[in-house]
């Protein structure tokens, strides 16, 4: 599991579009923290340093962090399965070891791109709020799980590309959608998805911990049954 983890976590950061990702995210981070830091608007939060601090960091990631993570990572799995090297790397390792060792690569890289955003906008702001980091990164495990179940239930390239994006669209619409809305169905899905705890019940995050493990079970026993 161990060179699954290592060969994917490669994989994703030397590639020029997650270059691309970084530096956008790290970018507008900055920006960000750097105008809130200087603005009036923000004046009177300035005793609170988790209102300002990673308030870029979190925007960015809650806006656009679903389309990134799955664009990216949507053929993690049937990617291997097209090209048939699954079968390689299931002779070395389990196949639960095989969806786990791509669910850490992908959270991995997730985590290393949010710290060095956090390191940068903690030392322009000289603030070093851990939390607010820590529930991103359950966030981002979220997305990682959903990512890997998606690319093994999926196995059509074109295919994962598509509920890539729709799902990296929908993700945040609805997430913030329930946070408002008063209709039943919707403000139901407030418990499903992370938005709602992270920004306002962060005790619901161990839900969001029980959904990662859920969709990581999911996966592994959708690639059990596949015959490769």
Not at 50 to 61: D, H, M, R, V, W
Request: charged share 10%; hydrophobic share 60%; net charge positive.
């Amino acid at each position: 599991m161990k060179g699954i983890v290592i060969k994917e976590f490669v994989g994703l950061i030397r590639g020029i579009k997650s270059i691309l990702i970084v530096l956008f995210i790290t970018g507008i981070s900055i920006l960000a923290a750097r105008s809130l830091r200087n603005s009036p608007l923000f004046m009177d939060e300035s005793s609170n340093p988790s209102a300002t601090a990673l308030a870029g960091l979190s925007f960015i990631l809650v806006i656009f962090g679903a389309l990134f993570v799955l664009t990216l990572s949507h053929d993690i799995v049937n990617r291997d399965i097209q090209l048939q090297r699954i079968r390689l790397l299931i002779t070395k390792t389990s196949r639960p070891s095989v969806i786990l060792g791509k669910f850490l690569a992908v959270w991995l890289f997730w985590v290393i791109v949010s710290l060095i955003s956090f390191v940068l906008v903690s030392f322009i702001t000289r603030t070093f709020v851990i939390h607010e980091l820590l529930f991103l990164w359950i966030y981002l495990a979220f997305l990682s799980s959903i990512c890997v179940m998606l690319s093994t239930l999926v196995i059509h390239h074109a295919y994962s590309v598509i509920l890539s994006v729709l799902l990296g669209l929908a993700l945040p619409i609805f997430g913030i959608w329930s946070m408002f809305s008063s209709v039943v169905p919707i403000r139901a899905l407030r418990y499903l998805l992370p938005y709602y705890p992270m920004f306002e019940q962060p005790a619901l995050l161990l839900v969001t911990v029980a959904e990662v493990l859920v969709y990581l079970a999911a996966a592994v026993v959708l690639f059990q049954r596949k015959d490769l």
